[in-house]
């Protein structure tokens, strides 16, 4: 079992900047594929980017160019540095493991991001 622990959401006004954080119990960077995924509400949730074990990362059309995932290994920490933040990015941000080979998804609780005036 795997627990992943996000922090770093908040309000911010629109056209600025968060960085959100993600920490496994264990570390796994190596064995799966880490992502941000977040719902909106009344939305489904939606993949934001992800990070293979490898360091392929991928974007949903939306984040390209604003967001950028990464991770410290040292640290044991993913990341979701987030810039020109915009109204439509409100939403409940989720860490997400997958291990594809295996069926296996770990969830965090969730960190909210709203972006207001």
């Known amino acids: 079992q795997v627990q992943l622990v996000e922090s770093g959401g908040g309000l911010v006004q629109p056209g600025g900047s968060l960085r959100l954080s993600c920490v496994p119990s264990?570390?796994?960077?190596?064995?799966?594929?880490m992502g941000w995924y977040r719902q909106a509400p009344g939305k489904q949730r939606e993949l934001v980017a992800a990070?293979?074990?490898?360091?392929?990362?991928n974007y949903a059309d939306s984040a390209k160019g604003r967001f950028t995932i990464s991770r410290d290994n040292v640290k044991n920490t993913m990341y979701l540095q987030m810039y020109s933040l915009k109204p439509e990015d409100t939403a409940v941000y989720y860490c997400?493991?997958?291990?594809?080979?295996?069926?296996?998804?770990?969830w965090g609780q969730g960190t909210q991001v709203t972006v207001s005036s």
């Open positions: 990070i293979t074990n490898g360091g392929t990362t």
């Open positions: 264990g570390r796994i960077f190596s064995l799966y594929t």
């Open positions: 997400n493991a997958h291990a594809p080979l295996l069926g296996i998804d770990y």
